[in-house]
């Protein structure tokens, strides 16, 4: 049985935001009020883009009419998986369950 530290991807809505840096605030401070109290563990943090054309990093947000797309990385440890599709399956049921209704994506599963 080994460690893993899972990273996951989720699309988080926030309406009614005014600049894309509030959206990112307020994305950050809702999806840590929904985890807190089941999965307070998780690291919450903007997820970010490479530009195709200067290969610097853009943040990954848009706000068009008021409404913001907003992308998250959620990083989860998982202790004593089997192997990395049992650890996927665990942080992707102890973070759907505090995040009902959120597109959640795995993006990399390292071994630690």
């Not at 959206?23 to 985890?35: C, D, F, P, Q, T």
């Not at 008021?66 to 998250?72: E, F, R």
Request: charge should be negative; glycine fraction near 4%.
């Amino acid at each position: 049985m080994s460690d893993y530290l899972v990273t996951l991807e989720s699309a988080w809505v926030i309406k009614d935001v005014k600049s894309m840096g509030d959206a990112v605030s307020i994305a950050i401070s809702e999806a840590g009020k929904r985890l807190n109290p089941s999965a307070k563990f998780v690291e919450i943090e903007a997820g970010m883009s490479a530009c195709p054309y200067c290969e610097g990093e853009l943040s990954s947000a848009l706000v068009v009419a008021n409404t913001a797309l907003v992308d998250l990385m959620l990083q989860i440890r998982v202790f004593r998986a089997e192997s990395d599709e049992h650890a996927t399956r665990i942080a992707k049921s102890v973070v759907g369950k505090a995040l009902r209704d959120i597109p959640l994506k795995i993006l990399e599963v390292q071994e630690i």
